[in-house]
């Protein structure tokens, strides 16, 4: 986010900001969930991937966001992994 907020123009655009905010959130609550055992993680890590892809696609279409999209995807395959 820090990327963004120093990039300016379409990085900063509130869809854009809103699902990488999204995104950091979930991740962190599915994290959370794993962390404590819980027998929703399954499910909570197939809506966290669907935000991961969703999160890519932005910011592949804002561009010069390698790193993000790299990790979006990343982290959606090891969710699908994990809801598996």
């Known amino acids: 986010m820090t990327h963004c907020l120093h990039s ?14 999204n995104c950091a959130e979930i991740c962190q609550t599915s994290a959370n969930f794993m962390l404590s055992n819980s027998t929703l ?5 197939e809506v ?3 935000v991961c ?3 890519a696609r932005s910011c592949e ?12 995807r990343e ?8 809801a598996a």
């Open 8 to 21: 300016g123009g379409k990085h900063v655009s509130p869809e854009h900001m809103r699902l990488m905010l």
């Open 41 to 45: 993680s399954h499910q909570l890590c």
């Open 48 to 50: 966290c991937a669907e």
């Open 53 to 55: 892809d969703a999160c």
């Open 61 to 72: 279409e804002v561009g010069d966001m390698d790193e993000c999209v790299k990790a979006c």
């Open 75 to 82: 982290c959606a395959e090891n969710c699908r992994q994990m």
